[in-house]
């Protein structure tokens, strides 16, 4: 009888992604928008081997060792995560090869770069010291990511293939709060970072643009009181009010949405400024949260949201001295179960999931017409 049960909830498994995937299957749906180029900005969700490259600090981060990259590479790649990331199915839904990293020496960016670096802020890092925040592993923060944008594009002749480029401006943002957070800041205190993280971006947006963008998506934060690093250094015993129906921290995911709320005002804005180009927010934590609301559907042990795959230690399987990637700390036997690979970025399978719902949901709003 439970083998039958079991096998009964593998085909609603099956049928269920095959429900919400067959409009998809193999049609590789950004394709329909005959992009050229893709141009990312943004932080570890996005860096493919920048921060890797960038420093001998950043050489020695444990997204530079195994298990990081086991499960597609094979290999560390300097991505976050056990496999690929959301921008590498982006490229693929779009039939272009994976954006190399720009700081990588020799590399082919005939079909887009890599801007993004692992640890990125919106804010100058300086900015964020006068106000009591360290940034630990790099200063190249977004306004630095998009100097090197202006010289590449000034360095070589970029006119009509940034024309049919695609630009993501994000996610970007979330390592100002988290390191406020993580450094002690109250929520009020990180509130009062929000403005101008959101008009550094908006101030992004404006510069891909000044550079010929037609297309741009910007998104959002994911639900932070999910994640098994917040949920490991603000623990209550006060599990009523504090926690909601996915054992998530309700206060910092209130947070996030503010956030979000206010970035989507400035994108408003900055549609009515240009009328003509196509800015679209990408909603990645409706599409996180969706990850916790049907785990069971797509493929996760719902009793597992929130532990981290790769770690050690209490309820959540996170320890922030012993970091995944630090000797003996080893990864799940099977990562497709978990969301979270190592307390802060998710699984691969997580990653692919969320990106093919945004993709879903931003494309009827690229003004790309087949």
Not at 324 to 348: E, Y
Request: a negative charge; proline letters at 5%.
């Amino acid at each position: 009888m439970a083998r039958i049960k079991k096998d009964f909830q593998i085909v609603l498994i099956s049928a269920f992604l095959f429900l919400f995937f067959c409009s998809s299957c193999g049609a590789q749906l950004l394709s329909l928008c005959k992009f050229d180029s893709i141009y990312q900005l943004g932080d570890s969700i996005a860096d493919t081997g920048n921060l890797i490259i960038e420093s001998s600090l950043g050489a020695a981060t444990p997204c530079s060792r195994l298990p990081y990259g086991e499960t597609y590479f094979n290999h560390p790649t300097g991505r976050c995560s056990n496999g690929l990331l959301m921008i590498d199915y982006v490229a693929w839904e779009a039939r272009l090869p994976y954006l190399n990293p720009y700081l990588k020496n020799g590399s082919d960016f005939s079909h887009g770069v890599n801007f993004a670096v692992t640890g990125a802020t919106a804010l100058p890092t300086s900015v964020l010291a006068a106000r009591g925040v360290i940034t630990p592993f790099t200063n190249s923060s977004l306004d630095v990511q998009l100097d090197w944008m202006s010289s590449f594009f000034n360095a070589t002749d970029h006119a009509e293939e940034v024309k049919d480029a695609l630009f993501l401006v994000g996610e970007i943002g979330g390592n100002d709060f988290n390191n406020a957070f993580l450094q002690g800041k109250t929520i009020e205190e990180a509130k009062s970072f929000v403005p101008d993280v959101v008009q550094a971006i908006s101030h992004a947006v404006r510069r891909v643009i000044q550079y010929g963008a037609q297309r741009v998506v910007v998104p959002g934060n994911f639900p932070i009181g999910c994640l098994p690093i917040y949920l490991t250094a603000f623990e209550t015993n006060n599990s009523t009010s504090a926690y909601d129906e996915f054992n998530c921290l309700k206060d910092f995911n209130d947070f996030a949405e503010y956030f979000n709320e206010r970035l989507q005002q400035a994108i408003e804005d900055l549609r009515n400024e240009n009328p003509d180009t196509a800015i679209v927010y990408a909603d990645y934590y409706t599409a996180f949260k969706w990850l916790f609301s049907d785990a069971f559907f797509l493929g996760f042990d719902p009793g597992s949201l929130v532990k981290a795959c790769c770690g050690v230690g209490g309820e959540y399987n996170f320890d922030g001295a012993r970091f995944c990637g630090s000797p003996g700390v080893q990864a799940c036997p099977d990562p497709d179960r978990l969301v979270s690979w190592d307390g802060i970025h998710l699984t691969q399978k997580a990653y692919t999931l969320i990106a093919r719902r945004i993709i879903h949901d931003i494309l009827p709003h690229l003004h790309c017409y087949a």
